[in-house]
């Protein structure tokens, strides 16, 4: 079942940006998504967090591997989530996710999010 839906996946070279966009099925409402974040997973690694933001505050965390580089923001009007990628490194390369919950809090963990896209595939050349 499609949950959240992310788009601006894409193949870029190293030093490159992308910006991944993720938003809610219409079936589900916005108060069950406010909670946010970014998980990603390359070939042969565990699936690791990225990014989480509240949908109130605009509060927000980075995993250390992207702090820096990357960039969470939310839009309220259409409940949707971005994701900001510069500076994108080979190491970067994985599927990534987009998952929410009710509860608007920040979230590290992906057995907190309820709701889960299906990804979309970043991919960055050296």
């Known amino acids: 079942q499609v949950q959240l839906v992310e788009s601006g996946g894409g193949l870029v070279q190293a030093g490159g940006s992308l910006r991944l966009s993720c938003a809610a099925s219409?079936?589900?409402?916005?108060?069950?998504?406010?909670?946010k974040g970014w998980f990603r997973q390359a070939p042969g690694k565990e699936r690791e967090f990225v990014a989480a933001i509240t949908w109130s505050g605009g509060n927000s965390y980075y995993a250390d591997s992207v702090k820096g580089r990357f960039t969470i923001s939310r839009d309220n009007t259409n409940n949707t989530v971005y994701l900001q990628m510069n500076s994108l490194k080979p190491e970067d390369t994985a599927v990534y996710y987009c998952?929410?919950?009710?509860?608007?809090?920040?979230?590290?963990?992906?057995?907190?999010?309820?709701?889960w896209g299906q990804g979309t595939q970043v991919t960055v050349s050296s």
């Open positions: 998952a929410a919950r009710a509860r608007d809090g920040l979230a590290y963990y992906s057995y907190d999010y309820p709701y």
């Open positions: 219409t079936l589900i409402p916005s108060s069950y998504a406010k909670g």
